[in-house]
């Protein structure tokens, strides 16, 4: 197991792996540096030979071409962290993510946000696929309220039930169990801090563990735990400047960075503010769930 998920708890080291193992053996002796995603070379593909860049990871095909004119020199590579607003900054760079369809500033017919921003972030870095170059100019991030984030990613991974965990995540059933089923007051976020991190609290001494371990990061129960901040810093190299653009603030800060690389100085106005960068996977209602207030959503 990657995430070292032993009860005993375990480092939050960096771990990047090839997800081409659903390959036989004959075709992974064959190597090639032929690339899927352009012309342009691919570092993700090519460290895990005859390994492809997923979909999600590739931008538009308008932008390809785009690549090819931008100087290395100026290419950013945007570091998408999980439940951090990233995908809605995403969709609106460019990349294919998992844009929503009905979301007329992400798709292939309509123009994307205008400016220097979405043309010089060529590359993305999120979880184990690492397709940036280490000499890129910077490395964008988008960061939000940590405990937020945290609230967010709890409650996007926390499965309806065991039967619906089993059909449509088998390959994450061992590990969401552990977390959520396993440890059955771990289905509401507030009963999870209540009894799973403090002193006193209801839980098992191994349900505390993995309490702690899993909110961290140290233990791979919900990927967008798992694939932190820290994780993501880990997996820059050590000279990297970085840009970081606040979610709480999304306009101000992409009209910051985008006037800090050479562009306009408001190539999003205030009055499109709503319209431009759309909100994207946001996790769905349980019916079950009850609006306590306004602050509580």
């Known amino acids: 197991d990657n995430g070292n998920n032993s009860d005993k708890g375990g480092g939050n080291g960096l771990r990047f792996f090839s997800n081409n193992n659903k390959k036989n053996k004959k075709e992974l002796v064959v190597k090639t540096n032929r690339f899927s995603y352009s012309k342009i070379k691919s570092p993700y593909e090519e460290i895990w030979i005859n390994s492809q860049l997923p979909s999600w990871a ?13 100087p290395a020199s ?11 607003g990233g995908s809605s900054v995403g969709c609106s760079l460019g990349f294919s993510l998992h844009c929503n369809k009905n979301n007329s500033t992400t798709t292939e017919h309509t123009p994307l946000v205008e400016g220097l921003l979405p043309q010089r972030t060529t590359r993305i870095f ?16 988008v960061v939000r309220n940590p405990i937020e984030r945290i609230k967010s990613a709890f409650l996007y991974d926390r499965p309806l039930s065991e039967k619906s965990l089993k059909v449509r995540f088998p390959e994450y059933y061992e590990r969401r169990k552990n977390f959520y089923l396993d440890c059955p007051s771990f289905g509401v976020f507030e009963s999870l801090v209540q009894d799973g991190l403090t002193k006193h609290g209801r839980s098992s001494d191994v349900c505390k563990i993995r309490a702690f371990t899993g909110l961290t990061g140290e233990r791979h129960f919900s990927c967008h735990m ?11 190299p050590e000279n990297a400047k970085i ?14 960075v985008e006037h800090f690389i ?9 009055e499109n503010a709503n319209t431009t960068i759309g909100v994207v996977n946001k996790s769905k209602k349980d019916s079950h769930d009850k609006l306590l207030s306004e602050e509580s959503t």
């Open 243 to 256: 840009l970081a653009i606040r979610n709480e603030h999304l306009i101000q800060d992409w009209n910051g």
């Open 58 to 70: 590739k931008k538009h095909k308008k932008y390809r071409k785009i690549e090819k004119t931008i």
């Open 74 to 84: 100026e290419r950013i590579c945007y570091v998408h962290v999980g439940k951090a």
């Open 262 to 270: 050479g562009g306009e100085k408001e190539i999003i106005p205030p």
């Open 126 to 141: 999120h979880a184990d696929v690492y397709d940036c170059d280490d000499d890129s100019a910077y490395f964008l991030f």
């Open 226 to 236: 798992y694939f932190n901040y820290q994780f993501h810093l880990e997996g820059v």
